[in-house]
């Protein structure tokens, strides 16, 4: 169905005064060429790549030396280089200093509403504190200093300083297994490991120190460990050979500058994991250029972040978001950071949150919208919202109810930009753009700079035909590589085996004819009844609309030579499963799709397994109800919510 009328549309002013505006007009100088719209902007970027990011340098202020060259072997994909001759540093981005040292940089709270804020000077001074501490313990580049840390401004400090040193960071939240921790810091060997004793969620403090202890012992690599007190763990649980942070940084209390190694475009500053939900998490390494130039841009010219702007993005510590949103700083904003569970008082805290610190920006994640919406709250009539310019969402697609809750209930007049990238590229392939409408359902614009298109199985471009997420072209934030992957083979055989020299990413996606784009679910969740492909999203869309279902997973079982589709459904609390309430969903379900979309059963559930970032997941579902081992249950929040997928009687019948 092709949705053809806005639910929001901006308003000249607001056009004419974004940044994305602007660049289109110097974007036209440099080209000699009318760029009267996103979509002109857009076929410029990506036909003039070497243009579009040299610009974009310019205009975003990066610091740093440029070099002449901009794109060597733009024909390979892997194996292009962009800015062959540049050196800068993330971290001195971040900390620019022309922007007023008065001004506000971080703004920190959580479930307990406990509030810090830190000072663009304060910041800086604290990162040149640790980044003496960490030199004087042997940091220096390529070496790797690890976070087990909740999403508080220690991490970010410790990241700031080391990036400035050269070394690399790597992080993971608490709410973490032991297990799940080593199956990725094994990987990067890190050299300094930074931790909390614990942290807040769901109204509880959580202590740490016990699975510190055991991390620690199994990291062979490791030199020094750093203890960070915030949610007041038994102190005796403390891990020897361990060092309190004040007592680490004790030494160096009198340093105020900061020495910034400015080393090539590519050189690593992240290691992020792929959610590990398939095997072993993917060490994906990432180059200080890519991730400053594509996040500025994502954030500069799409978000329309600038000075004095308030960014907030609900994200723990291990998850790509977090370092997405602490990039913001390099757009001159103010970063507000939150520790806790985002549902905390059925998501009002995030909401006060909002409200309380005048947030322009107010990233989430598709199920919080689709939570509070079933939660019934009416956020417009309790709080006040009148700062949020733009509610980004993301981890799912955001379905068209929810383009209409937030506009009923949320804010009428509101930028609702739904954004799609990852791990993989630590940025966005797809998302918003403050010069078009918003169109229920619809992701708004292909990021510039980024040739994005949908093939089908044969590797053709196709409009209005579900099919692949490729991108033909190679863009700046493509990963360094994979952690120990010294030839190449996984990371090629990650993004590059499908089609030859073009990146394909995953995802099961559909550009509209009037250039929106809608994603369907993953490429390995599609579901395939008879040969014709489903993507998963097709299906929850109209789930979500049945008020007895919180959330559902569909998965295709083998069966009869054929596959067929299983729903699993969790109800609302009070809620009865009864042969009224299948119907129901069945014909939801039909009438406004297709037949082949329809469940062969409908199962009713206590609970789904979800990722530690509140993704639901599909293959682990499908691997039980098969009898096959779930190969990495660490990266699961709820393993045990796998038992109850075992031996279902159901499935076992007609």
Not at 207 to 226: D, N, R, W, Y
Not at 228 to 238: E, K, M, N, P
Not at 499 to 504: A, D, E, G, I, L
Request: net charge negative; aromatic share 8%; hydrophobic share 40%.
């Amino acid at each position: 169905m092709i949705n053809i009328d806005p639910v929001w549309t901006p308003s000249p002013e607001r056009i004419l005064s974004s940044h994305m505006f602007r660049f289109a007009r110097a974007a036209e100088t440099i080209s000699h060429r009318p760029l009267p719209d996103q979509d002109a902007l857009w076929q410029w970027s990506v036909a003039e790549p070497e243009n579009f990011w040299a610009l974009l340098w310019s205009f975003c202020g990066v610091i740093g030396e440029r070099g002449e060259k901009i794109l060597v072997g733009g024909d390979k994909m892997p194996g292009a280089r962009w800015f062959p001759d540049a050196r800068l540093n993330l971290a001195e981005n971040i900390l620019r200093d022309d922007v007023d040292p008065d001004e506000d940089a971080v703004i920190a709270s959580g479930e307990d509403q406990t509030r810090r804020c830190l000072s663009r000077r304060e910041l800086r001074r604290q990162v040149a504190v640790m980044a003496a501490a960490l030199r004087s313990k042997g940091v220096g580049q390529n070496d790797v200093v690890a976070a087990f840390m909740p999403n508080v401004p220690e991490t970010l400090v410790a990241m700031l300083a080391a990036v400035s040193l050269g070394a690399i960071f790597t992080s993971t939240s608490p709410d973490f297994g032991v297990q799940g921790v080593l199956d990725r810091f094994l990987q990067s060997r890190p050299k300094v490991l930074l931790a909390a004793d614990g942290y807040l969620y769901n109204g509880k403090r959580i202590g740490c120190l016990a699975k510190v202890a055991e991390i620690a012992a199994q990291l062979p690599s490791l030199e020094c460990l750093i203890i960070v007190s915030y949610a007041g763990d038994d102190a005796s649980l403390v891990p020897p050979n361990s060092v309190w942070i004040e007592d680490f940084l004790a030494p160096c209390a009198g340093v105020d500058t900061i020495c910034f190694a400015r080393l090539p475009f590519d050189h690593p500053v992240f290691v992020l994991y792929s959610s590990g939900t398939t095997g072993a998490p993917k060490g994906i390494v990432h180059g200080a250029g890519g991730i400053l130039l594509q996040n500025m841009k994502d954030q500069h010219l799409h978000g329309d972040v600038g000075a004095r702007d308030r960014y907030f993005y609900f994200t723990t510590c291990g998850w790509t978001m977090w370092n997405i949103l602490v990039t913001v700083l390099s757009s001159r904003a103010t970063i507000v950071l939150y520790d806790g569970a985002p549902m905390f008082d059925q998501g009002r805290a995030l909401l006060r949150l909002a409200e309380q610190e005048k947030l322009t920006h107010f990233g989430t994640s598709a199920k919080f919208i689709d939570s509070i919406a079933k939660a019934g709250l009416r956020p417009r009539e309790e709080f006040d919202l009148s700062s949020v310019r733009v509610i980004f969402s993301t981890g799912s697609p955001l379905v068209e109810e929810s383009y209409d809750y937030v506009y009923a209930h949320v804010k009428p007049d509101v930028h609702l930009a739904s954004i799609s990238g990852g791990t993989d590229i630590c940025s966005a392939f797809v998302l918003g753009s403050p010069l078009l409408p918003v169109r229920r359902g619809e992701i708004q614009c292909r990021g510039l700079g980024m040739a994005v298109d949908v093939f089908d199985e044969d590797g053709r471009s196709v409009r209005g035909v579900k099919g692949e997420l490729v991108c033909t072209r190679p863009f700046p934030a493509m990963p360094v590589g994979f952690w120990n992957d010294p030839d190449g083979r996984r990371y090629r055989a990650a993004y590059f085996e499908g089609f030859p020299n073009v990146w394909c990413h995953g995802d099961f996606t559909e550009i509209m004819p009037g250039g929106g784009i809608v994603i369907h679910g993953r490429s390995d969740a599609v579901l395939n009844p008879g040969g014709v492909r489903i993507g998963t999203a097709e299906i929850y869309r109209q789930v979500e609309k049945v008020p007895e279902v919180l959330e559902s997973v569909a998965v295709g079982q083998e069966w009869a030579g054929d596959v067929r589709v299983v729903l699993f459904v969790r109800l609302r609390e009070g809620a009865e499963f009864n042969e009224a309430l299948r119907t129901r969903i069945i014909q939801t379900i039909r009438t406004h799709t297709t037949p082949r979309h329809v469940p062969a059963k409908v199962i009713s559930i206590q609970d789904l397994p979800r990722t530690r970032n509140g993704k639901l997941v599909e293959l682990p579902v499908r691997d039980v109800i098969h009898g096959r081992t779930v190969r990495n249950v660490e990266a699961l929040a709820n393993p045990e919510a796998l038992e109850l997928f075992r031996d279902i009687r159901a499935l076992r019948e007609p």
